[in-house]
Nanobody, 124 residues
Framework: QVHLVESGGGLVQAGGSLRLSCAVSGITINNHRMGWFRQAPGKEREFVAGVEWSGTYTYYGDFVKGRFTISRDNAKNLVALQMNSLKPEDTAVYFC?????????????????WGQGTQVTVSS
């Protein structure tokens, strides 16, 4: 059974930082592209960041603007999202996800496995 478990969310002031982690079991992530999405109340889930198999190529949502960094540790089956310069509009539930096959890394429909999410709240 595949599990993706996010951690590291919490309450932070604007301008602060958080580091989200995603621990994966049941699959080997070096065979999967990985991504982070987020969903704010009343809004659709949106792409935050994605990383290819080796970690060489990364992709980000337009709103990130250099503030976030996605990384992966294939040996530990972990994916991380370092978030700096957080803004109140970054408040959302953040989800980790994995792609087993083909598909656009920025599209939700490409992903096969999802975590339950971790809440990030940024106060002004």
């Amino acid at each position: 059974q595949v599990h993706l478990v996010e951690s590291g969310g919490g309450l932070v002031q604007a301008g602060g930082s958080l580091r989200l982690s995603c621990a994966v079991s049941g699959i080997t992530i070096n065979n999967h592209r990985m991504g982070w999405f987020r969903q704010a109340p009343g809004k659709e889930r949106e792409f935050v960041a994605g990383v290819e198999w080796s970690g060489t190529y990364t992709y980000y949502g337009d709103f990130v603007k250099g503030r976030f960094t996605i990384s992966r540790d294939n040996a530990k089956n972990l994916v991380a999202l370092q978030m700096n310069s957080l803004k109140p509009e970054d408040t959302a539930v953040y989800f980790c996800a994995a792609i087993a096959g083909e598909g656009d890394i920025k599209l939700m429909s490409s992903y096969n496995y999802w975590g339950q999410g971790t809440q990030v709240t940024v106060s002004s």
